[in-house]
């Protein structure tokens, strides 16, 4: 069955500083998902991934898959508090792309943003 | 637009005792719906879905059933709640047809069972 590893498991970062977050698949992507949670609220979508190389951005994050498919990526530019948050990638858990089954999500990266 | 509700927001139940939690969806039909569980050290696991009306699919066992009586609505229940039911639970919804899963989510009930 396919597994998504998130490091790191945590990060505290000083604001203004820029981190990344990674997300790494035992299997080909078909599509890979990025959200964010604060505690005890639901997840927030951020940004979708399916093709090879393809990179978006929102606002000051960008996510990037790998031309491989097995790796995605999510960068903060100039991070402040309010991007505080757990951060979890998600993929397509039939393997196969399509809108009928679940998702499968890595454990999280629980970020800390320092004032 | 679409909304998603679920209700109660948090629940104290003790061991034994029956549950039933709600989600309802607004502004959209025919949705595939999700329940999920996450509970501190084991991320986000999918417990049931569906994709209409009396369609339900469980990803793995456990002392918990889902049913979906109407087609925006979805209903996770139990006979008779063990320890290990307490988590996050947190309900789900995606477009039907697509080619790709994007799935939105609710604001979640926190249940702690005693």
């Known amino acids: ?115 | 637009s679409q909304t998603i509700h679920q209700w109660p927001a948090t629940l104290v139940q003790p061991v034994g005792s029956p549950l039933s939690l709600e989600c309802t969806v607004e502004g959209t039909s025919n949705p595939n719906l999700y329940w999920y569980r996450q509970a501190a050290g084991r991320g986000l696991q999918l417990l049931f879905y569906s994709v209409g009306i009396g369609q339900i699919s469980s990803e793995v066992p456990q002392n918990l059933s889902a049913s979906r009586p109407q087609d925006r609505q979805f209903i996770l229940s139990s006979k008779k709640l063990l320890l290990s039911d307490s988590g996050f639970y947190l309900c789900a919804w995606s477009w039907t047809g697509l080619s790709y899963n994007e799935q939105f989510f609710g604001p979640g009930t926190r249940l702690t069972v005693l």
């Open chain 1, 1 to 115: 069955s396919q597994e998504l590893e998130q490091s790191p498991q945590s990060l505290i970062v000083q604001e203004g500083k820029n981190l990344t977050i990674n997300c790494t698949s035992s299997k080909t992507l078909y599509g890979l998902y990025w959200y964010k949670q604060k505690y005890g609220e639901g997840l927030i979508f951020l940004m979708m991934l399916q093709k090879g190389g393809e990179e978006k951005s929102h606002e000051k994050i960008t996510a990037k898959l790998d031309e491989k498919k097995q790796q995605s990526s999510l960068h903060i530019t100039a991070s402040q508090p309010s991007h505080a948050g757990i951060y979890l990638c998600g993929a397509d858990g039939m393997g196969r792309g399509g809108s009928q089954g679940n998702l499968i999500f890595g454990k999280g990266t629980k970020l800390s943003v320092k004032p």
